[in-house]
């Protein structure tokens, strides 16, 4: 009798136990559910408006990318001129990003940490690329370093043209992702860090700089996935010369020009390839802080 009531327990305990184990598989109704503020309704809206804007057209574009089969979009894309313009769009866009990286980091730093007559106004340029019309940039950038510079530098139609007006459109990425970290950012370590005998730059090398590379890093991925695209500040100081100072977005504009739109597109998503593996790198760097910065707490 004893024996019988202890299996029957035990097989209770342990039907007690399953039914409390949380399922390994989700049902399919649980993928469906809809939680939040907004609810099933607002969610749509948010899916339709992101369609409209973002995913038609970029699938209207692959598609015509595609129209003559992947031979004609990889000849398209491998075609000699099309290659380099990719690797001059690339290469300077990369040397753009470092230079952001450092100057960046250096402007951040002086208008967070620093006091010093018109802070203010200094501040608020960093946004003007922003806001102002790219052409207008290239315009400006053009009177100043072109033919006729009143400084007597020449930059008109030369890569390092390209380099200025690609920093000067992407400036404020690494100054904007800096400056939050660096005001949230524990003085305190530093102060005892200093009043130990270490120096300021081991100081920023071993306390400052692994709390600012995640923004510097995000940072500096945006600009460079910025400036790849980029085509208003570079179509005038650029000069588009084939094989030197051609970005690809010149590229693209030439061959909608000569009646190509499948060699336009085909480029087209090359870049965007190209930009959205940048960004992918990013959340994934931003990800991988996150749960180190989790687990540390």
Same mark, same amino acid.
């Given at each position: 009798?004893?024996? #019988? ?7 209770? &305990? ?24 907004? *609810? ?7 899916? /339709?408006?992101? =369609? ?19 031979? @004609? $979009? ?25 230079? #952001?990286?450092?100057? @960046? ?12 007559? *018109? ?24 009177? /100043? ?6 400084? #007597? ?16 459109? &992407? ?10 970290? /660096? ?12 009043? !130990? *005998?270490?120096? #300021? ?17 995000? *940072? @500096?991925?945006?600009? $460079?996935?910025?400036?790849? @695209? +980029?085509?208003?500040?570079?179509? !005038? ?6 094989? +030197?100072? +051609? ?41 991988? =802080? ?8």
């Amino acid at each position: 009798m004893t024996d #019988n009531s202890s299996v029957a327990a035990g097989e209770k &305990t342990g039907g007690d136990l399953a039914g409390n184990q949380p399922h390994s598989r989700r049902s399919p109704k649980a993928w469906l559910q809809v939680s939040g503020s907004v *609810g099933p309704l607002g969610i749509a809206t948010a899916v /339709l408006w992101l =369609s409209i804007i973002v995913l038609l057209p970029l699938a209207a574009l692959t598609v015509t990318s595609f129209e003559d089969g992947w031979a @004609g $979009f990889w000849d398209a894309v491998t075609a000699p001129a099309a290659l380099d313009s990719l690797r001059i769009t690339v290469s300077v866009s990369v040397v753009v990003a470092l230079i #952001n990286v450092v100057m @960046g980091t250096l402007i951040a730093w002086v208008l967070v940490r620093d006091e010093f007559p *018109g802070k203010g106004v200094v501040n608020a340029l960093i946004d003007l690329p922003f806001a102002l019309p790219t052409i207008v940039a290239s315009i400006v950038l053009l009177s /100043l370093y072109g033919p006729q510079s009143p400084v #007597n530098i020449h930059l008109n139609a030369t890569q390092p043209g390209l380099v200025v007006a690609l920093a000067f459109v &992407t400036l404020p990425f690494v100054v904007r992702s800096v400056q939050p970290v /660096l005001i949230e950012a524990d003085r305190e370590v530093e102060q005892a860090a200093l009043s !130990l *005998g270490a120096s #300021n730059w081991v100081t920023f090398r071993r306390i400052v700089l692994p709390a600012l590379t995640p923004a510097i890093i995000s *940072g @500096g991925g945006l600009a $460079f996935a910025r400036a790849i @695209g +980029e085509y208003g500040s570079v179509v !005038l100081i650029g000069g588009a010369i084939p094989r +030197e100072t +051609e970005v690809a977005s010149q590229y693209i504009q030439k061959q909608i020009e000569i009646d190509r739109p499948i060699n336009a597109a085909a480029v087209s998503v090359a870049l965007l390839l190209i930009a959205f593996v940048t960004l992918l790198v990013l959340r994934f760097l931003a990800d991988r =802080s996150a749960r180190k910065e989790q687990a540390s707490r």
